[in-house]
């Protein structure tokens, strides 16, 4: 561990640190243990003792420091707003420029509408077994662009637990203690209008990610349905209840399996498409639930990370965990 | 064709599917596991080399049923060949050269977060050098993104917060920027493949047809990697990014991310815009200005370091520089120099973030030069690193840092006379400011003092070690045997086409 400064505890970052961490609101857990009690007087003390240090290390500042270069500073925070909003000014004036050269939106002869856009709309159903055209093109056309775009979700959920995650022991306690502390518990209105819409939500989520090929949908839309489901059945009925079906275990499984298939399959694909093999992949008839082959299963996959990112996001912020 | 040809798809999405089950191993495991994938990936990588040397010509991997303008593609040639070996090298020794820092800085319970982000930069880093596909490149550059910002913040302190979120802002910025570029480029050119737009890009400059449009795309993009990559004036996220994450971080965000932007940018200059309507346009002219001032700016900074991390972090704006000098003066032969000091920068500047650490580690923790003085003598091999990392910074003849100079002096004279003097004189000045605070490190870790840090029973780290050894062969294999390189650079410019 690197030595850290004498005073660190009394620079900003290790304000920030404690804010991110969630010290800053310790105080609205007072344990009545002897020793935890002790411990948290004489980190009180020490953080009485830091502000009282820091605020003579100030005031010898304010002393030693002319007002001039104070009023500098000001004068030059003062002139970097201006700069700042003149440079996007400019910024914004360019890029409007730029767009009245481009070319007019929606019109027959633009360079965009060429023999891409037409192969996708003539031959798309043809050759992907979807009736949605978009599904078709993001899920088999552009396969591999959607995978590191379903990858960017899953990167972000790791994002925000190194972020959030907090660590075994009586902080995590603490925070799993409180995390109804703002908020009503066991709300009637809440809890009978949940009971209703939940199931609700679930179904139109699970018809939403079904039915991705066949109308306005999939994978990412639906994901996101399902996970507003269980954020609602979260704050209604508390994490207990959730743990029951929702908890790290079944995030974990959940999430790796849904994405270890989903590369699975895509692997198989490319590699029998790039060496002009048949894939044996039935497509179906178009217009059917159970068609377009692969894309159904991609979009379940899809589906499953995204409503778990969702509710991890929920989870991480509320409570700092799952 | 051939098994070899799959093994480019397959680096990249071993990776993905490496970082997914990392995320369900416990750390240690997940640890051991990602070196593995990484050292299988870089074989694949060095026989992909080898094939693409072999064929002479590059070639396209469709990845999926349906040909490219319609799917995605990846292509490969001899230079990605060889920036995917140099690349996953990289990552290998970073990561096995920081383990005992890793154990330090990162919380246990968080250890394979960390390595689901090392395993998805690697395939956001091979995906850059082999995509074919201009937005697939947006894709994988979001990717690496958030990937560097959790590499800046494993280490949970206030600094790193801070430094992660500047990094976050700049680079979200640049991001923005490049989608931007990408998207007008899309609307004026009808095309995401690569060598489609170049097609109609040549016809539109021909035409004279979306002049304007056309400027701005490419100077959009051109300040989008510029930004990613910390060019001179915007370089302010750097040195707290470099200064306080944890040591393999360090070195993969100087040597690896910033890199892979370059080349993307790189690509994006031969292979979409072409290289004749890029200097028509004069951005090489913009982008030789800010890399000489970086050259300068950058220097001049480092020596009022009194921070090893912060040295080693301004020596990379300078460094930087010299890479942007490189592609600025618009020739192949500066294009060839620029990524050859890709390389060399890379393989030095890792080394000094690790050996670096090792000195740390027998210093009472303290990165400050006062209490680093006689640490080469308390970690040999450290000290050993470190002095050969700062001289191939200052340009001792066969190290890397020498002859990637040579090169840039040599593109240089065949450059346009007032860019030759401007680039030569600006090479003299920052080897001479280079030297003032590089040298000054070396004599100030062997300089005998602070004996009482000296503790009987410190044992130096074997992965360490390992990997400090290998990072000062590799970095006197590209100082001693820089030809194939060079030619093999030069090949692949000329398939890039």
């Known amino acids: 561990m690197s030595k850290k400064r004498r005073d660190y505890k009394l620079t900003f970052y290790s304000r920030i640190e404690d804010f991110v961490n969630g010290k800053e609101e310790f105080l609205l857990y007072r344990p009545t243990g002897t020793t935890e009690a002790k411990k948290l007087e004489t980190l009180e003390e020490e953080l009485t003792e830091a502000a009282d240090l820091l605020e003579k290390r100030e005031a010898r500042q304010k002393v030693q420091d002319n007002t001039e270069p104070l009023d500098f500073l000001k004068r030059f925070h003062r002139l970097y707003g201006i700069i700042a909003v003149l440079v996007c000014a400019t910024m914004m004036g360019m890029l409007m420029i730029t767009v009245s050269w481009l070319p007019k939106f929606g019109e027959p002869g633009n360079p965009a509408n060429n023999e891409v856009i037409a192969r996708y709309i003539e031959k798309g159903q043809e050759e992907t077994g979807a009736v949605n055209v978009v599904t078709g093109l993001i899920l088999n056309y552009r396969g591999f662009d959607t995978m590191g775009e379903t990858h960017v979700l899953f990167i972000a959920a790791s994002c925000v637990m190194i972020l959030l995650l907090i660590a075994e022991g009586e902080e995590k306690k603490s925070s799993y203690a409180f995390d109804r502390y703002l908020e009503p518990k066991n709300d009637i209105i809440i809890q009978k209008v949940a009971a209703f819409l939940v199931p609700v939500v679930f179904v139109f989520g699970i018809y939403v990610i079904l039915n991705g090929h066949l109308s306005p949908g999939g994978g990412f839309s639906g994901g996101a349905i399902l996970g507003a489901g269980l954020i609602m059945y979260v704050s209604a009925f508390g994490f207990k209840k959730t743990q029951r079906f929702m908890n790290e275990h079944v995030y974990k499984i959940a999430k790796v399996s849904a994405l270890c298939f989903y590369v699975c399959c895509l692997s198989y694909y490319f590699y029998m498409g790039a060496h002009g093999y048949d894939n044996h992949i039935p497509l179906g008839t178009p217009g059917n639930i159970i068609s377009s082959g692969l894309i159904l299963f991609i979009n379940i996959f899809v589906g499953t990370e995204v409503a778990c990112t969702m509710y991890a996001f929920y989870a991480l912020f509320r409570k700092g965990g799952l | ?497």
């Open chain 2, 1 to 497: 064709m051939t098994f070899i040809e799959n093994f480019v798809p397959f680096s990249i999405i071993l990776c993905m599917g490496a970082g997914i089950i990392s995320s369900a191993l416990k750390g240690r495991t997940s640890r051991r596991f990602s070196i593995i994938i990484l050292s299988v990936v870089l074989i694949l990588s060095c026989f992909v080399l080898g094939y693409t040397v072999y064929l002479g010509h590059a070639f396209v991997y469709v990845m999926g049923k349906f040909p490219a303008p319609w799917g995605n593609e990846l292509r490969a040639g001899c230079l990605e060949g060889l920036m995917a070996v140099f690349f996953s090298v990289i990552m290998l020794l970073s990561v096995v050269g920081g383990i005992r820092g890793q154990n330090d800085d990162i919380r246990e319970d968080k250890m394979n977060l960390y390595f689901i982000m090392i395993d998805l930069m690697m395939a956001s880093l091979l995906a850059l050098v082999y995509t074919n596909d201009l937005f697939t490149a947006y894709v994988f550059v979001e990717i690496n993104t958030m990937a560097a910002c959790a590499l800046i913040m494993i280490r949970d302190n206030g600094h790193t917060l801070v430094a992660a979120t500047k990094y976050m802002i700049m680079s979200l910025l640049g991001s923005g920027l490049l989608l931007i570029g990408i998207s007008m480029l899309y609307t004026i050119t009808g095309q995401l493949l690569m060598p489609n737009i170049h097609e109609a890009v040549v016809r539109l400059n021909e035409t004279g047809e979306y002049a304007i449009p056309l400027t701005v795309v490419i100077g959009l993009m051109s300040v989008a990697l510029a930004i990613k990559s910390a060019l001179y004036p915007f370089h302010s996220w750097l040195p707290e990014a470099y200064g306080y994450s944890t040591a393999s971080s360090s070195a993969i965000l100087s040597s690896l991310v910033s890199k892979g932007y370059i080349f993307l940018l790189i690509k994006i200059f031969y292979r979409v815009i072409g290289m004749d309507v890029m200097v028509g346009h004069k951005i090489t002219n913009i982008l030789f200005v800010f890399g000489i001032i970086g050259m300068i700016m950058g220097s001049v900074t480092a020596i009022r370091q009194t921070d090893v991390r912060h040295l080693i972090a301004y020596s990379s704006i300078a460094q930087i520089g010299y890479i942007y000098m490189g592609m600025g003066l618009g020739s192949n032969a500066g294009m060839v120099a620029a990524i050859f000091h890709i390389m060399a920068h890379g393989a030095t500047k890792s080394m000094l973030f690790i050996a670096q650490r090792g000195l740390v580690e027998v210093s009472d923790g303290s990165k400050d030069f006062s209490d680093l003085k006689g640490s080469g003598f308390r970690n040999h091999l450290a000290g050993l690193a470190f002095a050969v990392g700062a001289f191939s910074m200052v340009g001792v003849p066969l190290l890397a840092g020498f002859t990637s100079k040579v090169y840039f002096a040599e593109a240089a004279i065949t450059a346009v006379r007032v860019k030759m003097w401007i680039a030569m004189i600006t090479l003299a000045i920052s080897t001479i400011l280079n030297a003032v605070y590089f040298i000054r490190a070396v004599i100030s870790v062997y300089t005998p003092r602070n004996m009482e840090y000296k503790d009987s029973s410190y044992k130096p780290s074997t992965n360490m070690a390992f990997a400090l050894i290998c990072f000062i062969i590799f970095n006197f294999f590209l100082g001693i045997l820089s030809y194939p390189i060079a030619n093999t650079i030069e090949t692949g410019l000329k398939v890039f086409d």
